[in-house]
């Protein structure tokens, strides 16, 4: 089969991602469009790339109806930056494609005239040919000259295909910040980016140590591989909302981020397994089903993620029926937790509008809503919820 190879920070995708891949398909050059979200970015500080899940659901999300392209998660662990020549390699190796398969870089034709500056070019050409776009208006006779160079002096063969011009660039998409603007982006990925607050101003994340920010990108990446799409992000929301209030409540953001990403990471292991790790601190009785995950997330954030700090381990034990008497980062995280950007199971815009400038309210606001829905089912909330919620009222500043 011929696979074509796409990849590409995808910081947002855009319309004009998508003109690359149907004109590739379209010229019936390429059976097939793999394309690939890069993981850790290349040439640019990583903290100015969004973090790699929402860039790679982004993407799945674009393309998830579009005929003869896959996305591949590939590119999804954390080290150094991948290079093309070692993506293309992985792909071999780990049987994504087969020996079997030609592949096709696909590029843009810009690319052809930096391409001899690439690392090892005669390497790549060995596992891929280039499959280049034309784009109107661009100088064709200058791009089939420079593809006649290449071809000579890396004895190879470089097609073209031609792509309907979409004058759109991810930095100048971001720079605006008009998502509503058409023909820029697919609706789905206009929905996406609303619905996770993405390319926000204030941007939390980069108040974050350096330190930090590299624990977050890993731990990441390990989460893409141990829990669904829909989990991964509202965790990153949730470490990013954590994050934001940790800044505006004056706690630190380092850890709230930290307790936020990884506060739900043992959600979707095996209840026996949960079991297990909730009874190294919980004893003499197995908590219910739906708080089962935030003992053994404790433990497990600390045995798998190698968390050390008990401000952040009890956020994550805590996050969902709270305690009598809340730190500032078990409120954070509890909080965040309930309504991140992507939540939308009632109507937040109350407890929102408390977590602007008053912690606490929010919290008894959150906890009234709760107890509200709880006895519309005829059932109380948790004890530990009741005593916080009581501690919050009593001590609240007139
Ligand atoms: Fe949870
Ligand atoms: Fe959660």
Same mark, same amino acid.
């Given at each position: ?274 079991? !297990? %790790?909730? $009874?190294?601190? #919980?004893?003499? =009785?197995?908590?219910? +089903? ?7 997330? *404790? ?58 400038? !008053? %912690?606490? $309210?929010?919290? #008894?606001?959150? =906890?009234?809503?709760? +107890? ?7 059932? *109380? ?18």
């Amino acid at each position: 089969m011929k696979i074509g190879i796409y990849g590409g920070a995808f910081d947002p995708f855009h319309n004009g991602h998508l003109s690359m891949i149907r004109g590739a398909i379209a010229s019936k050059k390429v059976d097939r469009v793999l394309v690939i979200p890069t993981g850790m970015p290349c040439f640019k500080p990583a903290r100015n790339v969004t973090l790699s899940p929402y860039r790679f659901y982004m993407v799945k999300q674009a393309l998830k109806d579009e005929p003869k392209c896959d996305v591949c998660d590939i590119e999804q662990v954390f080290g150094e930056p991948s290079y093309t020549l070692t993506t293309l390699k992985n792909l071999r190796k780990q049987k994504v494609v087969s020996d079997k398969d030609e592949l096709y870089f696909i590029c843009g034709s810009d690319l052809l005239f930096e391409f001899e500056s690439w690392w090892k070019p005669e390497e790549i050409l060995k596992q891929a040919k280039l499959l280049c776009a034309l784009r109107p208006g661009i100088d064709e006779g200058q791009a089939r000259n420079q593809a006649m160079h290449l071809e000579e002096i890396f004895d190879t063969k470089i097609k073209f295909f031609p792509i309907e011009g979409v004058e759109v660039a991810s930095s100048v998409l971001r720079k605006d910040a008009d998502w509503e603007k058409e023909k820029t982006i697919p609706d789905s990925v206009r929905k996406f980016i609303r619905t996770h607050d993405l390319y926000c101003e204030d941007a939390p994340l980069m108040h974050v140590s350096d330190e930090t920010y590299k624990l977050l990108m890993k731990h990441c990446f390990t989460l893409f591989h141990e829990m669904s799409g829909k989990r991964l992000l509202h965790s990153i929301n949730v470490c990013v909302l954590s994050a934001r209030y940790a800044l505006r409540f004056g706690a630190d953001p380092d850890k709230c981020a930290l307790a936020g990403l990884l506060h739900d990471c043992a959600k979707e292991l095996p209840e026996q397994q949960q079991i !297990d %790790l909730a $009874a190294k601190i #919980i004893h003499g =009785y197995v908590p219910g +089903k739906q708080i089962l995950h935030s003992p053994a997330g *404790a433990v497990y954030a600390k045995e798998h993620y190698g968390i050390e700090d008990q401000e952040i381990l009890d956020a994550i034990q805590y996050h969902t029926i709270g305690r009598e008497i809340m730190t500032i980062t078990d409120k954070i995280v509890y909080l965040a937790d309930k309504v991140e950007p992507g939540r939308d199971y009632d109507d937040l815009s109350m407890i929102r509008r408390y977590a602007e400038n !008053d %912690l606490n $309210a929010a919290l #008894i606001e959150c =906890y009234c809503a709760i +107890k509200e829905s709880f006895a519309r089912k005829g059932l *109380a909330i948790h004890e530990d919820t009741k005593k916080s919620l009581a501690y919050l009222l009593a001590n609240r500043s007139q």
